[in-house]
């Protein structure tokens, strides 16, 4: 079927890309077929092509969104406080994720070794996170919350170090570490590199 009756364009893509990511997440990129996902979502291929060229271009919609979601949802972008907490999260929630949102991730990357369109798609997504973060960093610099010394894109960089280890390490079958002790541990990471006592180190 086309798109169904009383739902807006915004809508159906919504539907869509939640449908997408089921699939992916349940077959993997090559074993998941257009067909899959348009029964999945209840829309006809036409549907889906109008409004994606390509299964890849499908793939990196739905990554794009999820990972827009999750930075949206913990940041606020007028909060000095939100990109240390950004990074603590980002470094200590590698338990905390949903079997689904490991198997999507997980599924890109191991997509974009095999397919070219894939891999220049999740490094864009990729490429757009850390210019995000990289903002939300020059923020904090200004307002003296971290460091001035460490690059804004590094920062960046660091966040998706952390990010993608946190991301393997979920995917691996690995004894259970004590979460407490872990997210303590990351904390204390990223306030070393926090600005604190600026004023006294002047005086």
Known sequence: MGRRPGVSPEETRSELLSAAARVFARCGYEGA????ITQEAGLSRG??????????????????????????RLMNRNSIEGIAQLATFIGSSFDHRSKEEVDLLVEAIVSSKRDPDVAAEVAQWFIDSERRVTELAE???????????????TFARYATMLSLGSLLVSAMDL??????????LITHVVESIRKFGDSSTKE
Do not use: C, N, T
């Not at 077929?33 to 899959?36: E, G, N, P, R, T």
């Not at 923020?139 to 894109?153: D, R, V």
């Open 33 to 36: 077929s257009i067909a899959d």
């Open 47 to 72: 549907a889906v092509y109008s409004i994606f060229d390509s299964k890849a271009m499908l793939f990196a919609a739905v990554l794009r969104r999820d990972g827009i979601q999750q930075l949206e």
């Open 175 to 184: 004894p259970a570490i004590d979460h407490k002790e872990w997210e303590a």
């Open 139 to 153: 923020i904090a610099q200004a307002h003296g919350e971290i460091e001035s010394s460490i690059g804004a894109a």
